[in-house]
Each structure stands twice: as structure tokens, then as C-alpha cells.
T-cell receptor
Framework: QKEVEQNSGPLSVPEGAIASLNCTYS??????FFWYRQYSGKSPELIMF????GDKEDGRFTAQLNKASQYVSLLIRDSQPSDSATYLC???????????FGAGTQVVVTP | EAQVTQNPRYLITVTGKKLTVTCSQN?????MSWYRQDPGLGLRQIYY???????DKGDVPEGYKVSRKEKRNFPLILESPSPNQTSLYFC?????????????FGPGTRLTVL
């Protein structure tokens, strides 16, 4: 079974600080990596994807990928209460688009 | 509005009573998939469909069936539901079965089997 591991949290972050989320994966052949945000009782929504080693920035979000070490991370700068949610790491595990999800990290931004 | 819809959104049923959860997308997507989400286990794939001619098992297919007679619809069928199928179910679709395509999720169906 190909695995995707995340710390479950909760990760408590003061408003305005940086939230740092980590994800490790077992399949060395994975090519695509996704971060989804899921509010309680709602469906996952894509916030970032990354395919190449290095950093990718989109607004307050930065995804970082290191294929050699098999980890992908998400940074949330200037955290807001509206960022309080569970963040799911998803890794593509075959050429047909199958995603393997981590269990998610709960983030709580405190005013 | 581009979206994935699911019905019903909430369902309470009893063991053994056949049920169907519908899923429909209006984005002309080829790839569709069903997931269940349980606390601490994340999203696990039940079945997926590459196109109207191809469906296959995911990681947890036992107790479920699917069909893909039209591109837009991908219903999930529980022939004889059991309490261990109590879960939150999501349908998702993407443009095609490519490793780079984003999956769009429906709103979810919360199923309770008594």
C-alpha cells in the first residue's frame, strides 16, 4: 500500500504567523502533489499543486517539494482565522490520476 | 456553474436495504471517482472510472458497485448496506485520467447504516 503521512494536529497558529504543514510519501514514482483544504463538514477544495522540486508560491500559500527526500510541505503566511481547516496532502500514485490522500492536518488559527 | 452534485446529502438507512447515491458532473469530465472519508483514515478510493467504458476498483471496493452508462453520471450502489459502511462519501471528477489533473469534489453524502 502506497502511503501518505501527515501529522494529524491540531496545529495551533497565532493570527498573522506562519503555519507549516508537512507530508511524506512512500511512492518514489509519484509525479504530482496536491494540497486540499477541507472545512468541517464540507468537501475538499484544491489550494495548491506542485510537480517540480523547489518552491511554488500562490498568494499567501507556498508549496515546497523535495522528491529525493519524498516530502512535500505547505506554508501559510499571515495566517487568518479563515485558514482554520483540515489540510489534506494528496499524491498521485499512477499514470491514470489516482490520488492517495493523507489523513489531514487540522490547523487552528487563534486571534 | 461547473459543479459535481450528489444526492442525497444525508441518508439514514437500515442494514440490508439497497440504496443508490447519485453523482453527476456538468464539466464533460472523463474521469470520475468515489471516496469514503472516515476519521483518522483520510479519503480512500472506492471505485473509479476512466471513461464510460472503463471502471475499476479502488482501495476499498468491498460492498459497493458502480456503473458508468453516461459520461456525466457515476452512481454508487450499496446492494446490502452494513453498519461499517457508515461514512462520509465524496464523488469527484477530473478532466481526464492524467496525473496532472485536479479532481473536483461533490458536496458529500453522509450515510448512516443502523
Amino acid at each position: 500500500q502506497k502511503e501518505v503521512e501527515q501529522n494529524s494536529g491540531p496545529l495551533s497558529v497565532p493570527e498573522g504567523a506562519i503555519a507549516s504543514l508537512n507530508c511524506t510519501y512512500s511512492d518514489r514514482g509519484s509525479q504530482s502533489f496536491f494540497w486540499y483544504r477541507q472545512y468541517s463538514g464540507k468537501s475538499p477544495e484544491l489550494i495548491m499543486f506542485i510537480y517540480s522540486n523547489g518552491d511554488k508560491e500562490d498568494g499567501r500559500f507556498t508549496a515546497q517539494l523535495n522528491k529525493a527526500s519524498q516530502y512535500v510541505s505547505l506554508l501559510i503566511r499571515d495566517s487568518q482565522p479563515s485558514d482554520s481547516a483540515t489540510y489534506l496532502c494528496a499524491v498521485n500514485v499512477d499514470s491514470w490520476g489516482k490520488l492517495q490522500f493523507g489523513a489531514g492536518t487540522q490547523v487552528v488559527v487563534t486571534p | 456553474e461547473a459543479q459535481v452534485t450528489q444526492n442525497p446529502r444525508y441518508l439514514i438507512t437500515v442494514t440490508g436495504k439497497k440504496l443508490t447515491v447519485t453523482c453527476s458532473q456538468n464539466m464533460n469530465h472523463e474521469y470520475m471517482s468515489w471516496y469514503r472519508q472516515d476519521p483518522g483514515l483520510g479519503l480512500r478510493q472506492i471505485y473509479y472510472s476512466m471513461n464510460v467504458e472503463v471502471t475499476d476498483k479502488g482501495d476499498v471496493p468491498e460492498g459497493y458497485k458502480v456503473s458508468r452508462k453516461e459520461k456525466r453520471n457515476f452512481p454508487l450502489i450499496l446492494e446490502s448496506p452494513s453498519p461499517n459502511q457508515t461514512s462520509l462519501y465524496f464523488c469527484a471528477s477530473s478532466l481526464s485520467g492524467s496525473s496532472h489533473n485536479e479532481q473536483f469534489f461533490g458536496p458529500g453524502t453522509r450515510l448512516t447504516v443502523l
